[in-house]
């Protein structure tokens, strides 16, 4: 009689290997699963391919169906679910398309993924009181560089390569795909959720250092030395703009009273 | 005899549905759709439970699974229900995790005593964590395993019997099942322990693509065939008015197209009256 772990074993791997036998690679051994079997190898692998979908919309659209329904399936199957929160499925989904996309896909896609990935992350994290500049304007002076502040648990950011990423991105969530992506100088994307909304900005370079120190644990006078020093050569650095952008935009908590 | 008639809630149908007002209307989410630290999932379900009763269906549990329950997964869960308050909290006879793999669906396991115990603790164990009586409800079968120890109504009436839990009878999969691998519906409701029916699912089912009327699939995604609502209606008329849910969960239409169904499965049991929870 088959043991209990192993008729579950064994039932993953005839689903699975119906996958194999219907697509690619067949594998010696492995005998075809009937009509039944399949049912099961295609709700879990349709679920998993529109939660991908779904989570990440700007490269659906951006690569269209005939593109991104392969992709995701392979990814699907190299990287099933882990666990029954699909509106979090994804995590791996942008490097993954990046080792693709010399291959088979259009540019810009992995860096559209990452920027799905982290509105994604955004839209479920935990609620905050975002840090306001009228708040910040409240405390002394002499508190601001001992002062630690804490980032936001919805806020995320990367540092965007050499074209407009941001406009591209939305752009491409609203289902334009026939744009013009001008090069620029490399800038920052900042992802935040004040409230409900998830929003994705752009903003400079010095309000990711800024950020990265802070999430670091750094102080704000240290964080501010930490993103002067990443400033180039010449180039003055501005905390008030590189502060402005993250307090605007609900990047920071409120800290306690 | 007064009832309640439920649909199932997706987000697109937010605002309808905050705007409905129906005797015995009540809405059925995924609580895995919901399980988010914080933002809008969680507060769009808590504002619509002030205005419906809302029952928590649950699809990730993996009751008849070989390891023990996620603990994680049951904190969240917790955490949800004491949000939301729901009036009623539900999952599957079937798995769907083992170790880091999660398979999105409900899958099938031998009825053996050994999967009987493991049920019953896991029930137990889901019922003290969350406070609240699970109903386990009878998956559709697309495979006749071997190794079966029990009928699935014997089980299910066991599983109550240790547990306390009550039964979720969807009658959909009953008539799924019959196709797929010949378990009578007629035969499985006349070994049911009716008293502990606590909620009625009805959904809509297709064919296989190859296989026909042979292989149907628990779709979701259509209106409840006429052969499953006259399944309903003989129900109905034999244990009296219970709690029972539209399910809808592919190619969602418009809610005014869920409330043609609701109407439609109405005048099946017109002995019945719709009131509130």
């Known amino acids: 009689m088959t043991s209990p772990s192993s008729f579950y074993t064994q039932f993953l791997t005839s689903i699975d290997g119906w996958h194999l036998l219907a697509g690619t690679d067949v594998e010696v051994g492995l005998v075809p699963a009937p009509a039944a079997t399949a049912v099961y190898a295609n709700t879990g692998l349709r679920a998993a391919i529109e939660s991908l979908e779904a989570n990440f919309l700007s490269v659906a659209n951006w690569l269209g169906g005939p593109w991104f329904w392969p992709a995701a399936t392979a990814f699907a199957r190299a990287h099933p679910p882990q666990e029954g929160r699909l509106f979090l499925y994804g995590d791996g989904f942008p490097e993954f398309l990046a080792s693709l996309e010399h291959a088979q896909l259009a540019r810009y896609t992995s860096d559209l993924a990452w920027v799905d990935w982290m509105c994604m992350r955004a839209h479920a994290a935990g609620d905050h009181l975002p840090l306001t500049a009228t708040r910040l304007a409240t405390l002394s002076p002499d508190a601001l560089p001992g002062l630690r502040l804490q980032v936001a648990p919805a806020t995320h950011w990367k540092i965007s390569p050499a074209y407009a990423l941001v406009e591209l991105w939305r752009s491409a969530h609203a289902g334009r795909t026939e744009i013009e992506i001008k090069p620029q100088e490399a800038t920052g994307v900042l992802v935040t959720r004040p409230e409900d909304s998830v929003w994705v900005h752009e903003v400079p370079l010095t309000s990711l250092h800024l950020l990265d120190a802070l999430a670091a644990g750094q102080s704000l006078g240290d964080a501010a030395a930490h993103a002067s020093s990443q400033e180039a050569p010449g180039r003055p650095f501005d905390l008030q703009a590189a502060l402005s952008a993250l307090l605007e935009n609900g990047a920071l908590l409120m800290p306690p009273s | ?277």
Not at chain 2, 30 to 49: C, F, K, S, T, V
Not at chain 2, 80 to 103: E, F, M, N, Q, T
Not at chain 2, 198 to 203: D, K
Not at chain 2, 213 to 238: F, K, M, N, T
Request: hydrophobic fraction near 40%; glycine fraction near 4%; charge should be negative.
């Open chain 2, 1 to 277: 005899m007064q009832t309640t008639l439920g649909l199932s809630f997706k987000p697109q149908h937010f605002q309808q549905a905050m705007q409905a007002q129906a005797e015995g209307l009540w809405f059925e989410v995924h609580p895995e759709n919901y399980m988010a630290d914080g933002g809008p999932r969680p507060r769009m379900l808590e504002a619509l439970a002030e205005h419906h009763p809302v029952a928590l269906h649950g699809v990730s549990l993996s009751l008849a699974g070989p390891e023990p329950l996620d603990l994680q997964h049951l904190r969240r869960l917790r955490q949800l229900i004491d949000r939301v308050k729901p009036v009623r909290l539900s999952a599957h006879l079937a798995w769907s995790r083992l170790g880091a793999r999660y398979v999105p669906d409900l899958l099938p396991a031998p009825r053996t005593r050994a999967l009987l115990e493991r049920v019953i603790a896991h029930i137990d164990q889901v019922q003290q964590v969350t406070g609240m009586r699970l109903a386990l409800e009878n998956p559709s079968h697309y495979l006749s395993l071997e190794g079966h120890e029990f009928s699935e109504p014997h089980f299910l009436n066991e599983v109550v019997r240790r547990t306390a839990c009550s039964l979720l009878v969807d009658v959909n999969n009953l008539h799924v099942s019959a196709v797929n691998i010949h378990q009578r519906a007629s035969d499985w409701l006349a070994e049911i322990d009716i008293e502990a029916i606590s909620e009625i699912h009805l959904a809509g089912h297709s064919e296989d693509p190859e296989l026909g009327p042979h292989l149907l699939i628990d779709s979701h995604d259509r209106p409840v065939s006429e052969e499953v609502l006259a399944l309903y209606a003989a129900l109905c008329q034999r244990i009296g008015p219970r709690p029972t849910l539209i399910e809808w969960d592919g190619a969602v239409p418009d809610l005014s197209v869920l409330w043609q169904e609701r109407a439609r499965v109405q005048a099946a049991t017109p002995a019945w009256s719709f009131a509130h929870d």
